[in-house]
């Protein structure tokens, strides 16, 4: 119980400078960079995927579009760019957020692992594909950018 009164003293001065019941202050978002992880999400890959895409949507409309968003696709992750060949809801949402500047990286470690080619995937160009997946999270962290993994 006195942990949560602690807490609750130390969060206090956080919302001292927002009123209850009023819009956040503007601009509220400095400008962000961000690296989602898309590693798949079984056993339901598609209901993944389409969380996925609706919680960038939501993080730049959130931003208000102050946002550089790299997106780095391994593993199962892939197979999103497969399914999208020929499913059109999935298409309009990658098509959607390319538009905004995501930019969607592919593991070259992955496409030799699962014998694909860049003309495999749908709207994927040899200039997204990184060496590694893991390993191009960790160049982007060290360049600044926050990691999610939602």
């Known amino acids: 119980m006195w942990f949560a009164a ?10 001292a400078d927002i009123p209850s019941g009023t819009a956040t202050p503007a601009p509220y978002y400095v400008f962000q ?3 989602y992880q898309n590693d798949g999400g079984m056993p339901d890959n598609r209901a ?3 969380r996925i895409l609706h919680h960038i949507a939501a993080h730049i409309a959130a931003t208000d579009g102050k946002v550089e968003i790299r997106v780095v696709n ?20 990658i098509d959607a957020l390319r538009a905004k500047g995501v930019k969607f990286l592919v593991c070259r470690n992955t496409l030799n692992g699962m014998g694909l080619k860049v003309e495999d995937l749908y709207g994927v160009k040899a200039e997204d594909v990184v060496p590694s997946g893991v390993a191009e999270i960790a160049r982007l962290q060290g360049l600044g950018f926050v990691y999610v993994h939602p």
Do not use: W
Not at 6 to 15: E, K, R, Y
Not at 74 to 93: I, W
């Open 6 to 15: 602690v807490l609750l003293a130390l969060a206090g001065p956080c919302f």
């Open 33 to 35: 960079h961000v690296v």
């Open 48 to 50: 993944y995927f389409g």
């Open 74 to 93: 391994f593993a199962a992750g892939v197979t999103m760019f497969q399914m999208a060949r020929t499913d059109e809801d999935l298409r309009t949402q």
